[in-house]
């Protein structure tokens, strides 16, 4: 079989900088839990989180480091971010209609949530025309906001189609009427500049850790722009102990219990490989892998590719459909072959019905800052194989 080829990053990323094993292995022997005890342990775990705090503000353009509040993941991010704004008081009474607009190509993490809560309030902005289309997509955004809205939830990158929506566009329409904006940054945050001093209007960004952030999985950041958030779990925060109430002050107010300072120790080293690298670099890597499947795929048969011409609004995440064979047996023979790719809906049925491949799914082919030119000859040369037997 040889060598295995992983192109699964909008997953989670496989291969990641040598540092941050390194400090997870440290942490692991040297830390205790922060803000527990004045012992070396302890404050070792202190200086950890705090560190991880002030590359995250760095990298994201925040203006305090006590903005950038540890989660478990992006998931975990996104209900503390949809629960704060559309379960809040100030949001029942001032919008009494509870309208929350989602772009058309929301992950689970968004929709489950918001469906939880309100689930006749929820309007998707509609998608009738094709992909990469930010103009398009603004102009109906405008539309359906002059009919009122009380939030705006958007992800950055579509999870399936790697598609930039604009979103400081989108941010600026928000500040413009007063809306909030929620932003899902699972896609983008590692290989797209995410500046929270241009994005005015939004309250919260949600990221995990272990995808472009490049750190171990169980981790994510929510970077709160606001301080009315709601706490989803409460507990010991190793400070307040006489007060019944979570304190009021970030990030204390939302990092209830024990930190997981392992992973927040392996996560530094990811963003400080990604702020040594720069996104701009990342993203042109990533981009070029993109393209040389793109011209691969031309001479294979009965391949669709879901793309835009220009790359200009697409990161490297590729994914494609095949007249006469099922993703999810292409994405199996493949891993056969050692190609580990991901196929089917993705978590995300609200983007394959806007593109319409809610019936198949797609195969999706997703490259990371690690993933070698030669991997994409290895794809190509697999898939040519598997097609031709099928």
């Known amino acids: 079989m040889g060598m295995q080829v992983y192109l699964d990053n909008a997953a989670t990323t496989v291969q990641k900088p040598r540092a941050v094993s390194r400090a997870v292995r440290s942490a692991l022997r ?15 775990a202190a200086e950890l989180l705090y560190s991880c705090r002030a590359l995250a503000a760095e990298l994201f353009r925040v203006d305090s480091p006590h903005k950038i509040v540890f989660t478990h993941n992006a998931t975990h991010a996104l209900n503390i ?8 008081r100030a949001f029942s009474e001032s919008h009494s209609d ?13 929709l489950r949530p918001l469906h939880g809560l309100r689930a006749d309030g929820v309007t998707t902005v509609p998608v009738i025309s094709p992909l ?5 997509f603004l102009h109906k955004l405008e539309t359906e906001m002059d009919r009122g809205a009380g939030a705006v939830v958007c992800t950055h990158v ?29 896609q983008s945050a590692g290989c797209l500049p995410v500046d929270a001093s241009k994005l005015k209007a939004a309250k919260f960004i949600c990221m995990p ?71 701009d670099n990342i993203l042109d890597h990533e981009r070029a ?31 494609v459909s095949f007249r006469n064979g099922d993703c999810e047996a292409v994405a199996e023979a493949l891993g056969q072959k050692g190609i580990c790719v991901r196929a089917g809906l993705h978590c995300a049925p609200l983007a ?39």
């Open 30 to 44: 040297k830390s205790g839990s922060p803000g527990r005890g004045g012992h070396p342990p302890g404050m070792i």
């Open 81 to 88: 971010a949809i629960h704060s704004i559309v379960r809040s």
């Open 98 to 110: 509870g309208r929350v607009l989602i772009s058309g190509y929301e992950h689970n993490a968004v």
């Open 132 to 136: 990469f289309e930010p103009e398009v």
């Open 158 to 186: 579509s999870n399936v189609f790697g598609y930039i929506l604009p979103i400081e566009r989108v941010s600026e329409i928000c500040a413009e009427r007063g809306v909030p904006l929620i932003i899902d940054a699972s």
């Open 209 to 279: 850790g272990h995808k472009g952030l490049l750190g171990p999985q169980g981790t994510g950041i929510l970077i709160c722009q606001t301080p009315e958030v709601c706490p989803l779990i409460a507990g010991g925060t190793g400070g307040d102990s006489r007060s019944t109430e979570m304190p009021a002050y970030l990030p204390e107010r939302i990092e209830a219990g024990t930190p997981n300072v392992h992973g927040i120790a392996g996560l530094a080293e990811g963003i400080r490989y990604v702020l040594m690298r720069g996104t």
């Open 289 to 319: 892998f993109a393209a040389r499947v793109i011209e691969g795929l031309e001479v294979l048969p009965h391949i669709k590719e879901y793309r835009s011409r220009q790359f200009y609004c697409q990161t490297g995440i590729l994914s």
């Open 352 to 390: 394959h019905r806007s593109a319409c491949t809610h019936k198949t799914g797609t195969l999706r082919i997703s490259p990371s800052c690690f993933t070698k030119p030669y991997e994409a000859t290895r794809l190509l040369r697999a898939l040519r194989d598997i097609l031709y037997e099928m």
